[in-house]
């Protein structure tokens, strides 16, 4: 009997909840830990329906991750457009328009939310070859526009200190991804970790600071002594 016959489609909206189920359990146990059974407990699917849509796990894998990349990076061309429709954006604004997808999306729970963001977290700081794979299909292009683009709006800053600036901001937005309660515990409870424009503002001043702080010292090209900065007492 033909495959087509065995397995027919369900329903339309099998795969996104075959998607929904193993983002979750992706997320709470690893690539090596997460079983297709668990995934099709959770989408109420059989296996048989998984390997139909999406093959292998890897596959499906990959398919969880390029969904929300794939929504965050449509977002961020989309805001850098019409940044540039208006004129030469800023180095604020084009840290505004790289943080702002991500952050509001790893804060919705009806997008992905905290699951996605911890997915993230284990794929962008993964050294194993599947890791580095699929952040480098799904992520390496948008981040070369970025880099360009803090490239063109802080004068003095090096192509090697776009790319660092840049892995320092991701780095920042993916923790942001998830209210975890941090902010509270080490505040004591002064502050809190549900507003989202002053998290997103706090950040892009942080990153943006930086930013311009590697133009003064990115000195260390080959064969060239770095710079060092006079001190209050030396200062003419």
Do not use: C, W
């Amino acid at each position: 009997m033909a495959r087509s016959a065995q397995i027919r489609p369900e329903r339309g909206e099998v795969p996104e909840a075959i998607l929904d189920a193993a983002e979750v359990v992706f997320a709470e146990n690893g690539f090596h830990g997460a079983t297709t059974r668990a995934i099709g407990e959770g989408a109420k699917a059989n296996a048989a329906l998984i390997h139909y849509y999406f093959g292998s796990k890897e596959a499906l894998y990959e398919a969880v991750i390029a969904r929300r990349a794939g929504a965050i990076n449509d977002e961020r061309r989309a805001r850098l457009a019409a940044l540039h429709a208006r004129g030469k954006p800023t180095l604020e604004q084009v840290l505004d328009a790289l943080l702002r997808p991500t952050v509001t999306l790893g804060r919705d729970p009806s997008r992905g939310g905290a699951h996605y963001a911890r997915l993230l977290g284990h794929a962008a700081a993964g050294t194993d070859a599947r890791s580095r794979r699929l952040t480098g299909a799904h992520y390496n292009a948008i981040a070369r526009l970025f880099i360009d683009e803090l490239s063109a709006t802080v004068p003095g800053l090096s192509p090697r200190a776009a790319v660092r600036g840049y892995l320092n901001a991701i780095s920042i937005g993916i923790s942001l991804m998830a209210p975890t309660g941090r902010v509270q515990d080490l505040s004591d409870g002064a502050d809190a970790d549900d507003d989202l424009e002053e998290i997103i503002a706090g950040a892009v001043r942080f990153i943006a600071a930086g930013l311009r702080a590697l133009t003064d010292g990115d000195d260390r090209t080959p064969g060239r002594e770095p710079r060092i900065r006079p001190t209050e007492e030396e200062t003419p």
